[in-house]
Structure formats: C-alpha cells, structure tokens
C-alpha cells in the first residue's frame, strides 16, 4: 500500500489526537467524512496504526520516579535472551525495552512510586537475574521534550 500526503496528514492528525471524529478529519483534509473514516479503516486494517491509548501522567497516579536502565548481558545465548525479555514483559513498572548495539544489550525505561521501588527493582528484581552481568540506571530529572508524534 502507497501512502498519499493526506494519508499521512490523516497520521499526523491522528497522532495529535486519536479522538478525533470522522467529521473532524473530513474537515482538517478536505474529504467528506465517509471519505476519512474510510481512510482511516483503511490505515487501521493495513497496520499503519497499532492502536489508540490514553496519555496518563505519570505522576497524577503515584509514579513519581522515570528511569532508563541499561543492562549488559552475562552471555550471548537465545536463553538467557528469552529469559530476559520474559522478564521485562513480567514487570509492569518497566515500561519500554529495547535492544542496543553499544556498550549495553538492553536499554528498559521505568516508572517507579519512589526510589526505593526503583532501587526494589535494581536489586531484586534485575541484578540477581542469571542472565544479567551488569546494570546502569538513570534517573529522569525533568523531561524537556515529551514523546512526539513520528514526523510524518
């Protein structure tokens, strides 16, 4: 599937805000509103748009400690890899992983209640895992630039 430019300005507007209605989008794009639901089922069904989520602040619900976490492997092997992403999929306060090339293996980022559950999670959590050799925090000061929507 070819994306044309209102393709990706229906993208963009979606990733502003995912409420918007289909009458909303045929205004913004100069479609008729069939016309932009239309467009936007179709992006939907093709797997340009994963879903929608609410944008929770973190700290209005108790999570007052960010942190990205690098983790350095023990070994290289498929196990401790499965292991280990298994891991992260069962720690809700991890939040995001990703794999590096670099120094680290993994990069987690982190919401904690405070930073004894940050330190909770270091220490008991990550450090004793089998496959982990050596782990890095650092804690959010201040966000200077939220997450932003992809430049399409």
């Given at each position: 599937?070819?994306?044309?430019?209102?393709?990706?300005?229906?993208?963009?507007?979606?990733?502003?805000?995912?409420?918007?209605?289909?009458?909303?989008?045929?205004?913004?794009?100069?479609?008729?509103?069939?016309?932009?639901?239309?467009?936007?089922?179709?992006?939907?069904?093709?797997?340009?748009?994963?879903?929608?989520?609410?944008?929770?602040?973190?700290?209005?619900?108790g999570l007052t400690v960010q942190a990205f976490i690098q983790i350095v492997m023990?070994?290289?092997?498929?196990?401790?890899?499965?292991?280990?992403?298994?891991?992260?999929?069962?720690?809700?306060?991890?939040?995001g992983a990703w794999t590096l090339t670099g120094d680290a293996d993994y990069l987690l980022r982190v919401y904690c209640a405070d930073l004894t559950a940050l330190n909770t999670m270091v220490q008991q959590v990550l450090l004793p895992h089998p496959a982990v050799s050596r782990v890095q925090s650092q804690i959010v000061m201040e966000r200077v630039k939220p997450d932003a929507p992809l430049p399409v």
């Open positions: 599937m070819t994306l044309d430019d209102t393709d990706l300005k229906l993208l963009a507007a979606l990733q502003r805000d995912a409420n918007l209605t289909a009458q909303i989008l045929s205004d913004r794009l100069n479609l008729s509103a069939s016309q932009a639901g239309r467009r936007k089922q179709r992006l939907e069904a093709a797997g340009y748009i994963r879903g929608y989520h609410a944008d929770v602040v973190p700290e209005m619900i023990a070994t290289h092997t498929e196990k401790n890899a499965r292991d280990f992403v298994r891991l992260t999929r069962s720690q809700p306060e991890i939040v």
